[in-house]
């Protein structure tokens, strides 16, 4: 079974924080970089974040570095995403996606509302 499911996300005040999960536990995460997007309402959809498992590292969009941390818990097959310091213009839904690196194949989660407001 190949499933990816959000999770944590709901309504916080500025500057707040807020951790979404990510569980996939059909995956064999060597095999695929993890990419966290969101979707503004209105707007198109852009990357938030992406973690390369091989290289224990992660990239970063400008509008949120220094306040988003990625990680990961291998035994839970989970990958996070705290957010700290949160704007209204945080506000979207949040998707997971994991890309295959082999066949180029993308597997999306059903998103998660995450809405800043006071």
């Known amino acids: 079974q190949v499933q990816v499911v959000e999770s944590g996300g709901g309504l916080v005040q500025p500057g707040g924080s807020l951790t979404l999960s990510c569980t996939a536990p059909g995956f064999a995460f060597k095999d695929y970089i993890m990419n966290w997007y969101r979707q503004p309402p209105g707007k198109e959809r852009e990357l938030v974040a992406s973690i390369f498992f091989a290289l224990d590292s992660a990239n970063y969009a400008d509008s949120v570095n220094g306040r988003f941390t990625v990680s990961k818990d291998d035994d839970k097959k989970t990958v996070y995403l705290q957010m700290n310091s949160l704007k209204p213009e945080d506000t979207a839904v949040y998707y997971c996606?994991?890309?295959?690196?082999?066949?180029?194949?993308?597997?999306w989660g059903q998103g998660t509302q995450v809405t800043v407001s006071s």
């Open positions: 996606n994991l890309k295959n690196m082999r066949t180029f194949y993308n597997y």
